[in-house]
């Protein structure tokens, strides 16, 4: 059965860093585009940054550029999202998703609050 579970998620101060981890199983890893999404509280879910099957292309929302990377180790069903010089504004709850042709995964979420 597919399965993505993100963890590193927790409080952390303004100025912080806190790495987030998605284990996949359940699929070809490989074979799917890796994405992160997050939904601050009372907004819409947002693509945070997407990385290419082999880890060849990542792109970012404007908002997290220069300051979130988004990684992927293929050997152990893994996707990161390094998530550096944090603001209270990416409080939210991030999820990992897998995507390819005719299907789609999501993770249950973990929760990132950044506040002093």
């Known amino acids: 059965q597919v399965q993505l579970v993100e963890s590193g998620g927790g409080l952390v101060q303004p100025g912080g860093s806190l790495r987030l981890s998605c284990a996949a199983s359940?699929?070809?890893?490989?074979?799917?585009?890796m994405s992160w999404y997050r939904q601050p509280p009372g907004k819409e879910r947002e693509l945070v940054a997407r990385?290419?099957?082999?880890?060849?292309?990542?792109n970012y929302a404007d908002g997290v550029k220069g300051r979130f990377t988004i990684s992927r180790d293929n050997a152990k069903n893994t996707v990161y999202l390094q998530m550096n010089s944090l603001k209270p504004e990416d409080t939210a709850v991030y999820y990992c998703?897998?995507?390819?042709?005719?299907?789609?995964?999501w993770g249950q979420g973990t929760q990132v609050t950044v506040s002093s």
């Open positions: 998703h897998a995507k390819r042709l005719y299907a789609a995964y």
């Open positions: 990385i290419t099957n082999f880890g060849s292309s990542t």
């Open positions: 359940g699929f070809t890893f490989s074979d799917y585009a």
